[in-house]
């Protein structure tokens, strides 16, 4: 069974900094992609960073250059580097498996930017 397990969330000011984990079980890490999405309040889900199986990674264009995602097959975990964080990044962050069978999310962590 997959579980996505996020965390490292909290309440940061403006141009701070924060560093979510994504633990995964169920599957093997270093098979498969891994996304990050965001769900600010109010709004759909929406893209944000993915990582391929063999580190290439990719993102949307309002987190480029903040953002970093790496991972670390040998713990399962994948992660999220966010950088000068802006009130706008404020939402429930998520991830997910690409190409693994499963429609199971994780509970996601709250990152709120604000002063």
């Known amino acids: 069974q997959v579980q996505l397990a996020e965390s490292g969330g909290g309440l940061v000011q403006p141009g701070g900094s924060l560093r979510l984990s994504c633990a995964v079980s169920?599957?093997?890490?270093?098979?498969?992609?891994m996304r990050w999405y965001r769900q600010p309040p109010g709004k759909q889900r929406e893209f944000v960073a993915r990582?391929?199986?063999?580190?290439?990674?990719y993102y949307d264009d309002s987190v480029k250059g903040r953002f970093t995602m790496s991972r670390d097959n040998a713990k399962d975990t994948a992660f999220l580097q966010m950088n000068n964080l802006k009130p706008e990044d404020t939402a429930v962050y998520y991830c997910?498996?690409?190409?693994?069978?499963?429609?199971?999310w994780g509970q996601g962590t709250q990152v709120i930017v604000s002063t």
């Open positions: 997910f498996p690409e190409g693994v069978r499963t429609d199971s």
């Open positions: 169920g599957f093997t890490l270093s098979s498969y992609g």
């Open positions: 990582i391929t199986s063999d580190g290439s990674t």
